[in-house]
């Protein structure tokens, strides 16, 4: 496939418009055969790419207009032809009549004098044998040049968490689905962000169900290292497996090691939680993707609740507040945050922790209430510690 010179990409954010050429390519007007573009906004810039040969071994074009919203004729100066800056967009700018170019793909980048709405791409091809069959009609945005020979594609992306496919093709970012080509042209770019280092990033499929991991070309092994190549198996693991009781603990803190499975099965807990419960940086309050999650992260989102699974006793509260289950619970200094369970007597409630740490002398806020610094819990009782 023919690649955009280097330093531009397909807008994240605009549609691609794809029209099958038929032959003859021809019209009435200026025998050009018109095709009508719907969901384009105003461009500057445009990316034209023509895609397979009826039966040649080289695409032919005798004519292409950009058509502006009064009928007018655009005119426009090839950036890129066959996505090259040198030599062939030289060629193609002072093409008379015919452009020929060998193999099945052709991209054009193309500079409008300023930003129009163009409403129809007009094309003409003599040579029915080498007509395109298709048209793909896209804005172009000038981005961050990278190098493609590292760069991500829709083909590398793989799916963990119990599908090995993405039957959607979409993936959610920041609130939008984009489709695969579309967040693999935003990380080449820069225009999304990749963590430094890692060659990989991680996003939540638009069902909900999929953690996709987009990856370098040379990062495969290194990211399916990171996330594991069975993570079906350790999800299985991270959600049934029992947690351990008093008779089974280790004393000595040396002889605590965790096991193989086990890390398999907390690297799925990760994964798994981290997109379905929207975990933020305990320093940052950055919203995390998995393979930015760091210890601290794992503290204060997994640790912290999982060492109290009965909940603690939050006493010495301010009496006269009003105190019900389920009302939220939560403590600013800290970040920590949790639901009532119960409501023990007029000063103490049992809390669910969701994350962090509750701590003594700190003010708690119960669905609002307390947010004047008033409410700090005088004692604090843990229930059902895992220690």
């Known amino acids: 496939m023919a690649q955009p010179p280097q330093g531009w990409i397909t807008c994240v954010k605009c549609a691609v418009e794809v029209h099958s050429v038929p032959v003859p390519c021809e019209g009435a007007d200026e025998k050009i055969r018109r095709f009508k573009l719907d969901g384009l906004e105003k461009m500057r810039h445009v990316f034209i790419r023509f895609s397979g040969i009826y039966n040649s071994h080289y695409i032919g074009i005798n004519q292409l207009k950009l058509i502006g919203s009064e009928g007018q004729h655009i005119p426009y100066k090839i950036l890129a032809a066959d996505g090259d800056t040198g030599g062939k967009r030289e060629a193609a700018q ?75 093709r979409k993936v959610n970012v920041l609130g939008t689905a984009m489709s695969l080509e579309d967040v693999a042209a935003g990380l080449n770019s820069g225009l999304i962000a990749c963590p430094q280092g890692k060659g990989f990033r991680c996003f939540l499929s638009a069902s909900g169900r999929t953690a996709c991991v987009f990856h370098e070309r040379s990062a495969a092994a290194k990211a399916r290292r990171h996330f594991g190549r069975h993570l079906e198996i350790s999800a299985e693991q991270a959600q049934h497996k029992p947690l351990p009781n008093s008779s089974s603990l280790v004393e000595e803190p040396e002889r605590r090691a965790m096991t193989l499975a086990e890390l398999h099965a907390l690297r799925a807990a990760i994964v798994t939680r981290c997109f379905a419960e929207r975990w933020l940086d305990c320093r940052t309050k950055a919203e995390l993707t998995p393979e930015e999650v760091n210890l601290y992260n794992l503290n204060f989102h997994h640790i912290c609740p999982f060492t109290v699974p009965d909940g603690i006793l939050l006493m010495g509260l301010q009496e006269g507040v009003t105190y019900a289950e389920g009302q939220e619970v939560s403590q600013i200094e800290t970040s920590a945050k949790g639901v009532v369970k119960e409501v023990v007597c007029a000063d103490c409630i049992k809390v669910t922790v969701q994350q962090g740490q509750f701590q003594l002398h700190k003010n708690v806020i119960v669905d ?3 947010s004047e610094g008033d409410n700090p819990p005088r004692r604090l009782q843990l229930q059902g510690a895992h220690l």
Do not use: R
């Open 368 to 370: 609002g209430q307390g």
């Open 94 to 168: 002072n093409y008379s009549g015919w452009w020929a170019v060998t193999g099945k793909e052709d991209l054009w980048l193309l500079e409008l004098e300023e930003e129009q709405h163009v409403t129809h791409v007009g094309m003409h091809c003599a040579n029915t044998s080498a007509t395109p069959k298709e048209l793909h009609i896209s804005d172009a945005c000038e981005g961050i040049a990278c190098d493609l020979s590292k760069a991500c594609s829709a083909e590398q992306v793989f799916g963990l968490g119990g599908e090995g496919e993405i039957p959607d």
